[in-house]
């Protein structure tokens, strides 16, 4: 009888650490979701549109919405 009960308190506990395992993973997954919308955004110097930060063309501090943006600014500033 006692090792009915020892089986039940067993399987008891892997219910329950898989569980919490299970939320952690969930809570971790909304996190990194949150922080992809969180984005950040950047002013193309060419033509005043935000483009966020991964898709932004970058030629040191100005930020660019595509590389030919990127190539008309540069060539109307160099000069
Ligand atoms: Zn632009």
Redesign the pocket.
């Known amino acids: 009888m006692s090792r009915i009960i020892l089986l039940a308190a067993i399987g008891f506990a892997v219910y329950y650490i898989y569980k919490k395992l299970a939320a952690k993973k969930l809570a971790a997954q909304q996190a990194s979701n949150e922080s992809g919308r969180a984005q950040v955004m950047l002013k193309?110097?060419?033509?005043?549109?935000h483009?966020p930060k991964q898709e932004a063309i970058s030629s040191g501090s100005l930020h660019?919405?595509?590389e030919s943006?990127k190539n008309l600014y540069l060539k109307d500033h160099h000069s």
């Open positions: 193309c110097a060419q033509c005043d549109v483009v660019f919405c595509s943006h």
